[in-house]
Structure formats: C-alpha cells, structure tokens
C-alpha cells in the first residue's frame, strides 16, 4: 500500500492510496483519480510524495516521522468512514441511484471493480479511490 502526495491543476493537495506507483499510474490514466475539492482528473503526482507500507514488511525502512504521518493518515481515513455510508459491494448501483436522484444525496463508500469504476466516471459520477488498511477493518471506537 502506498500513500502519494497528489495535486490538481488548482493547487488543491490532497493523498491517494495505491497499491503500487504503477497502481497509480494505471488509474490516472484511466481519470479514476480526481481532486476530491474540484474533482479535476489532471492529477499530477508530487516529487516529495513519503511511501507509507502499512504491511509493516519494510517498516525498518521507514523514514523519521513516518509513525506520526501514519497515525494522521489513519485518523484523517477514519474521518472519511464516519462520514460514509457502507453500501459493499452496491457501491456501483447505489453511486448510480443517487447520481440519478433516485435515492438520497449523500457520501457513500464500498467496493466496486475496475470495469465498473471506470464506467461510473464515464457517466459523469465521481468515484475516489479509497482503499482501505487492514487496521481499519477493526471496529471504529
Ligand atoms: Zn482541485
């Protein structure tokens, strides 16, 4: 898993999950990567961007400051899951209900695949990527 420091052509910074840079790469390509404030898909990646490997496999590897950085991304995900809606694996009908005002407006989050991703951008529906760490799979306190 790895965290990358993004910004849009607005200046807007913002972080990504991915599996891999290429993971990254693929998406952007794809525009399933947007600015979350102005939804721009002209997403370009930060040289800075820290690499963050929740798997602990190469945590000796991590730089200083990296456990900090971690509790902040952490906190700032679990903000996101207290903000959405579970909806699992209707992610893809329930984004397509609200997008066509068949269903409440609100945040939702769940699984989808690619295919679908990719067809929710292609009708006009934003999709963030938000691949969730193992360690929030635990119940929210
Ligand atoms: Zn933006």
Same mark, same amino acid.
């Given at each position: 898993?790895k965290v990358l420091d993004l910004?849009?052509? %607005?200046?807007?910074? +913002?972080e990504?999950?991915?599996? !891999?840079a290429?993971? +990254?790469? !693929?998406? =952007? !390509?794809?525009? &399933? /990567?947007?600015?979350?404030?102005? !939804?721009?898909?002209?997403? $370009?990646r930060l040289p800075s961007a820290p690499r =963050?490997?929740?798997?602990?496999? $190469?945590? $000796?590897?991590?730089?200083? #400051?990296?456990?900090?950085?971690?509790?902040?991304? &952490?906190?700032? &995900?679990?903000? /996101? =899951?207290?903000?959405?809606?579970? /909806? #699992?694996?209707? +992610?893809?009908?329930?984004?397509?209900?609200? %997008?066509?005002?068949?269903?409440?407006?609100?945040?939702?989050?769940?699984? @989808? @695949?690619?295919?679908?991703?990719?067809?929710?951008?292609?009708? #006009?529906?934003?999709?963030?990527? =938000?691949?969730?760490?193992?360690?929030?799979?635990?119940?929210?306190?």
């Amino acid at each position: 898993m790895k965290v990358l420091d993004l910004q849009c052509p %607005h200046g807007h910074r +913002f972080e990504g999950w991915f599996a !891999s840079a290429e993971d +990254f790469e !693929s998406q =952007l !390509s794809r525009k &399933l /990567v947007a600015c979350p404030i102005c !939804s721009a898909t002209e997403v $370009s990646r930060l040289p800075s961007a820290p690499r =963050l490997n929740l798997s602990g496999a $190469s945590e $000796s590897q991590a730089p200083a #400051g990296a456990e900090n950085r971690q509790a902040r991304v &952490l906190r700032a &995900l679990r903000e /996101v =899951l207290e903000k959405t809606e579970n /909806v #699992g694996d209707r +992610f893809a009908e329930e984004a397509r209900r609200i %997008h066509y005002n068949e269903a409440p407006a609100r945040n939702i989050r769940g699984v @989808t @695949t690619p295919e679908d991703a990719k067809a929710l951008v292609e009708e #006009g529906i934003e999709v963030m990527p =938000l691949p969730a760490p193992a360690a929030l799979k635990e119940p929210l306190q």
